[in-house]
Structure formats: C-alpha cells, structure tokens
C-alpha cells in the first residue's frame, strides 16, 4: 500500500454510539509521522495508545486510538480504555482476517483510529460492540474509497447528523 486510506464510521444510537475515523497508510510516510508525534505529545484528557487485544498484544497493524472526547472522570476513562479499546482492537483484526487490510502488509503500515466515546455513555457492551463494527466499517469505507462523490452532492441539500438537522 503507498496510498493514504480515510475511513469514517458511525455505528449504533444513543449514549453508546460509536463514530470512529481512521488514517491508514505506510509507516515510512506521513501516517507513521503523524503516529509517532501524536503518541509523543499528549495533552491533558488526550493520551493517545497503542491499541491491545491483551496486555503485551498489540493488534496489527499497529494501532494509535486517538480519544475524541476529553476524559474527565474516571469512568469514562475506563470505557476508553476498556471496551472501546478492545472493539477498535478486535475491530482491527476483524478487518485484516476479512482481507480489508492485506495480512501482508500490516507491518508496513500504521493506523490512526480517532474514537468517540460519549460522557454519558454506561453500557460497556455496547461500547466494545459499537466500536467494533464502526472500525471496520471505517476500514472498509477507506479502502473503497468511501462515499462516493454523488452521494455526497446530494446529500449537501440537508446535511444531518445526530446533533443537528438543516432545514
């Protein structure tokens, strides 16, 4: 792989959904660059890490999880760390025994997979599920290069999202 692949993904309702975005591309490039320097320069409730399947396992290709929302409290830091953090992992790996990711590739290349977890979010199942699905779908929209152009240009008329609705 030489080229950079964007994926976005947002997966499930309520407090436990789960929009996940990823950068995947070569280790040598500037994918890897932007890994290393954001795993260098965390900032206070912003501590990007290695996704894991277990202690001392990381999923490949190397995974950075990249929190969204700034974790304040203990609990939420815990979903983080947690279940989010085993389905991006597990979500992962998912993607590279589907073939999404070549199994041939993946210590060439590093992603980048920037994780929403709501504050309000209490169901760490659906949390691991939810991240789970949404990583892979990510992976899956960057590697087909998702959307497609007309999609979006029709859909420029009545932008919506789960916050906010145009007219």
């Given at each position: 792989?030489t080229?950079v692949?964007i994926g976005?993904?947002f997966?499930?309702?309520?407090?436990?959904?789960?929009?996940v975005?990823?950068?995947l591309?070569?280790?040598d490039?500037?994918?890897?660059?932007?890994?290393?320097?954001?795993?260098?320069?965390?900032?206070?409730g912003?501590?990007?890490?290695?996704?894991?399947?277990?202690?001392?396992?990381?999923?490949?290709?190397?995974?950075?999880?990249?929190?969204?929302?700034?974790?304040?409290?203990?609990?939420?830091?815990?979903?983080?760390?947690?279940?989010?953090?085993?389905?991006?992992?597990?979500?992962?790996?998912?993607?590279?025994?589907?073939?999404?990711?070549?199994?041939?590739?993946?210590?060439?290349?590093a992603?980048i997979?920037?994780?929403?977890?709501?504050?309000?979010?209490?169901d760490p199942?659906?949390?691991?599920?939810?991240?789970?699905?949404?990583?892979r779908?990510?992976?899956?929209?960057?590697?087909?290069?998702?959307?497609?152009l007309?999609r979006?240009?029709?859909?420029?008329?009545?932008?919506?999202?789960?916050?906010?609705?145009?007219?």
């Amino acid at each position: 792989m030489t080229e950079v692949q964007i994926g976005e993904s947002f997966i499930g309702e309520g407090a436990e959904a789960a929009h996940v975005n990823t950068v995947l591309g070569p280790r040598d490039g500037s994918v890897g660059t932007a890994w290393a320097g954001a795993l260098a320069g965390p900032n206070p409730g912003h501590q990007p890490f290695v996704a894991i399947l277990r202690p001392g396992l990381p999923v490949k290709p190397l995974t950075l999880f990249v929190n969204k929302a700034t974790i304040s409290e203990h609990d939420h830091g815990l979903l983080h760390w947690g279940p989010a953090q085993a389905g991006i992992a597990a979500g992962v790996a998912d993607a590279v025994a589907d073939g999404v990711v070549r199994a041939e590739q993946v210590d060439e290349l590093a992603l980048i997979a920037a994780v929403w977890v709501n504050p309000a979010a209490k169901d760490p199942d659906l949390v691991y599920r939810n991240n789970r699905e949404a990583v892979r779908t990510a992976l899956n929209a960057g590697a087909a290069r998702e959307p497609d152009l007309d999609r979006v240009l029709q859909a420029r008329a009545r932008p919506h999202n789960p916050f906010y609705t145009a007219d």
